[in-house]
T-cell receptor, first 113, second 119 residues
Framework: AQSVTQPDIHITVSEGASLELRCNYS??????LFWYVQSPGQGLQLLLK??????LVQGIKGFEAEFKRSQSSFNLRKPSVHWSDAAEYFC???????????FGAGTQVVVTP | DTGVSQDPRHKITKRGQNVTFRCDPI?????LYWYRQTLGQGPEFLTY????????KSRLLSDRFSAERPKGSFSTLEIQRTEQGDSAMYLC?????????????????FGPGTRLTVL
């Protein structure tokens, strides 16, 4: 069965520091992977997606992610975080041809001054 | 604003009551999804529609849950005889199915959700 694991429940990072959020997936075929962000009281917003091709994917808000098939990982990175990046981040994989998403449990990011 | 909208944003009800939520997808989006998100968890799939056809229901969707999408536009999710375990955020998302394979996985646009509290 497909699964998505986000090992870090909570991460605290200083403003201006770099950020990396981990995501591991278990999926038999080529996975279609997404990173979403959820701010309090808001819906989920897509940061970036990977379907095929270049394994380094650029997204919105200065985020990027790298797909590593050998490690079954799709980690999200940002070189320098801003206070507005405080939110919950979800990794997700498409599990069927209808686009159904399976999400990880999420990583809560806290940004300190 | 042409995003996905959901109504109400918050609902507090007593155990045993029925509740209904509405989702208005982005105009022209032919796919609509419902997810449920409990505290500390990622969203879990409940059901989806292509146009007015309900294609799949998760095992999470017990007989007390019913969803409709008449005329392939807005959708409603009804929970009958609510239980405390139904307390969660109910998220709706929509996407546009394109003709190619990759287009089958077009971005899902999420609404702000309806937070249900069952007392």
């Amino acid at each position: 069965a497909q699964s998505v694991t986000q090992p870090d429940i909570h991460i605290t990072v200083s403003e201006g520091a770099s950020l990396e959020l981990r995501c591991n997936y278990s999926y038999g075929a080529t996975p279609y992977l997404f990173w979403y962000v959820q701010s309090p009281g808001q819906g989920l917003q897509l940061l970036l997606k990977y379907f095929s091709g270049d394994t380094l994917v650029q997204g919105i808000k200065g985020f990027e992610a790298e797909f590593k098939r050998s490690q079954s990982s799709f980690n999200l990175r940002k070189p320098s975080v801003h206070w507005s990046d405080a939110a919950e981040y979800f990794c997700a994989v498409v599990t069927d041809s209808w686009g159904k998403l399976q999400f990880g449990a999420g990583t809560q990011v806290v940004v300190t001054p | 604003d042409t995003g996905v909208s959901q109504d109400p944003r918050h609902k507090i009800t007593k155990r045993g009551q029925n509740v209904t939520f509405r989702c208005d997808p982005i105009s022209e989006h032919n796919r609509l999804y419902w997810y449920r998100q409990t505290l500390g968890q990622g969203p879990e799939f409940l059901t989806y529609f292509q146009n007015e056809a309900q294609l799949e229901k998760s095992r999470l969707l017990s007989d007390r849950f019913s969803a409709e999408r008449p005329k392939g536009s807005f959708s409603t999710l009804e929970i009958q005889r609510t239980e405390q375990g139904d307390s969660a955020m109910y998220l709706c998302a929509s996407s546009l199915l394109a003709g190619d394979l990759v287009g089958a996985y077009n971005e899902q646009f999420f609404g702000p959700g309806t937070r249900l509290t069952v007392l």
